[in-house]
């Protein structure tokens, strides 16, 4: 299991750790059969709450520790699960985003169009 946590590791190890295995990852099924894309609205209460239920459905733990950088990886930021639930429009904003487990068995992609899916390796 990898641990992209570890202090000695630099961005661009991290960068060299998750990219070149992103053809691996096994997206979760999004709106239907031939998209894993889910609408990634906070716009109003009810898309919202349809996007923290779906979010909460793939069972992290609230203390989970995760990595979300953007596609360059020129800006890491190091959070538990619990912040990124608790301020969704901060993340979830007009920039492309990945958001990578500490130990890298699920990533998350988010892009601006208001869309976001999940996947494990």
């Known amino acids: 299991m990898v641990n992209l946590l570890n ?4 961005v661009r190890d991290l960068r060299k750790l998750v990219e070149p295995h992103l053809h691996e990852v096994s997206w ?18 009810e898309h919202k709450s349809k996007l923290v239920n ?33 301020d969704l429009p901060t993340y ?5 985003i990945l958001i990578v487990s500490s130990n890298r068995t699920w990533i998350m992609e988010y892009a601006p169009q208001q869309i976001v899916r999940f996947g494990q390796w």
């Open 7 to 10: 202090p000695d590791l630099r």
């Open 92 to 96: 979830f904003d007009q920039e492309n």
């Open 54 to 86: 779906w979010l909460n459905g793939k069972n992290v733990s609230d203390s989970f520790e995760v990595i979300i950088t953007d596609k360059a990886w020129s800006n890491l930021r190091y959070l538990c699960w619990s912040q990124v639930l608790a």
């Open 28 to 45: 979760d099924r999004g709106v239907d059969e031939t998209s894993e894309w889910v609408i990634a609205s906070i716009e109003d209460c």
